[in-house]
Every structure is written in C-alpha cells, then in structure tokens.
DNA sequence: TTTGCTGCAAATAGTTTGCAGAGAC
DNA sequence: GTCTCTGCAAACTATTTGCAGCAAA
C-alpha cells in the first residue's frame, strides 16, 4: 500500500516492452525510470526537463508518445486533469486516492486505513458495471499552509 | 439528497445575478434556467444545441462565459475531464460522487447510504486542509450493458 | 536489412479573449 | 445615457500527427 520498489516497476515495464516486440531505445528506457518511480507523480513536462539533461535533443513528442505507450501496457496511472498538465504514477497503476495542493499542485498517496471499496455499493445503487475509478481531495498542503503569504 | 426542485434553483441564480450587479440578459437567463435543472450534467455544447432554438444567433462563447459566471457565483459544480466536453451540474452545486458510462456519457447521481465522509480521515493522513474533492465512478450503464452490440 | 522510433514542425480541438455593436437598466 | 453583454473571429495551449532520417534488433 507504501511505495513500490521502483526498480521491480522498472523491469517490469522492461518486461512489457519486450513481450510486445517495442525497440529499447534509450529515450524510452529513461522514460520508464522515471516513471517506476514516479516521484512526486510527474506531469510530461517535467519529465522532459529531466531527460533534457541526458538527452539535448529530445523531444516533447518522444515523451507524450512514451508515455502513452506504457499506459497502453497498464503500466502507468493518468491522473488527468480539465486545465491540462496530467500527471503520471507508474509506480502505482491502480487506481487510488490522491491529495492534491491547489497552489503547488503537489500530489501525494495518503495512507487511508479505513477505506472500505465504495464498488460494490456504487454498482448496486446504480445499476452500473463498475470499470474504474477516480478519488481526488483538493486541498492546501502544510507547506503552502505555512507560507500564507500572497499568491 | 435526491433532486433539488428547479424553480427553487432558478430563483437563487437569479438572485446571486442581482447581488452581483450582473444584467438579467435573455441568453444568461436561458443558460440559468437549464443548469437549474441539469438534467443529465449538460455540457457546453448541449447547452448550446438547446439554447439555438430560441436564441439563432446564440455564441458558444456565451455559453462558456455565462457558465463560468454562475461557476464564479458558485451555483454550479464542474465536472471538468482531460478529453474536454466538461459537464455541469447546476441542480446540485456541492461536492458529490458520480457514475459515468463511458460508452454514452451518462452521469448519475448514485445515492449512497453509506458513504461517511473521508474528507476528515484524509486530513489527518495527509496533513492537508482539505477544500473540496472529486469521486467519479466510471463504468457501463445497464442500457449499455444490454445493447452489447458492436461500438 | 527491416521495422519501428525520434525530432521537428504543423495540425488539432476545446476553451478563452479582443473588439465593435447591441441591449439591460 | 452608461456600462455590461453578445457574437464573431482570432488566439491560445496541451496534445497529437505526418514525415524524413536514424537506430534497434
């Protein structure tokens, strides 16, 4: 329920690109890295700003088209968002809850112990065949709590 | 819990419209009074299509300003997603969990008896002062479930 | 050698904005 | 009469796509 050992999510994207006969390319090994340990669950751009680093070249399609595939494999979690800027956990690919601050859009796992899995009532109640779902809480973390100066 | 009564809805845009200083024009009326029903969490684009009959000449861009303005007035909640086509809910303003086909788009309102608020839990896990929060349940309706056919 | 990948630039689509005329009050 | 609103079209921005050259296997 923690943190997974993102080298284990790592060979295991590794895994899923080969069994599906995609290239290793280096761009795409280190897109998989950062996203088996998804630190602070990256949005596109920030990956690409750390792999400029390694890879002068490289392009903001590589990543778009690098991350897509490994959501294709089921390999990443799209956290979505209406104003853009999706974010990404490949560390956690299931669905769960996030805390997101408003202000420095910093998005955290909190550790819920008493989360019964609302599925089985929400299907009933609706009628519905449950595929998925999403939990987002929006709020203000202790950081920006702290420094309430102005925006 | 269930379904807020429309006219009661209506009145309290309008009023909110008044407080504001903002004029009573045709159009906003007509926008008000379809997100005071909401039925179906309308999109942009529905509101559109149905306000054309009675207004031929009416913008989408009208339609986009009116909404934010009763979002800025905080009488409807946005349903905001990645792909686009946000949808609204003007009947039920507040916070509240959604199931969504994601083969025709229907949103309901599923009605959950047992549903305690998490909001408090999260809090304390994350540390966080929560402000508002998002749970979309997504899945196949029982029309869709049915109709089994091809997409 | 073959096939898929990358980088660049152009295209896309939902939403927002500038502006001039129209309308609420 | 004043000031906001509307309608139109252009702008905006995150994301996607076409294409030619390049690299993995």
Known sequence: M????????????????????HKLTP???????ILAKSEGHPGVESIYEQLKEDFPTMSLATVYRNVMLIKSLGEVLELGFPEGGNRYDGNKPYPHPHVICVRCKKIIDPNLTGLQDLTQE????S???ILT???????LCEE????????
Chains 1, 2 share one sequence.
């Open 144 to 151: 920006c709590l702290s420094s309430q100066d102005a925006d």
């Open 133 to 139: 779902h999403r939990m987002d809480f929006f709020g």
């Open 122 to 125: 929400v299907a009933a109640a």
């Open 2 to 21: 923690t943190h997974n050992d993102p080298q284990k999510r790592y060979d295991t994207i590794i895994r899923k690109f080969r069994e599906n006969n």
């Open 127 to 129: 009628g519905f065949k």
């Open 27 to 33: 761009q795409r090994l280190a897109v998989a890295r």
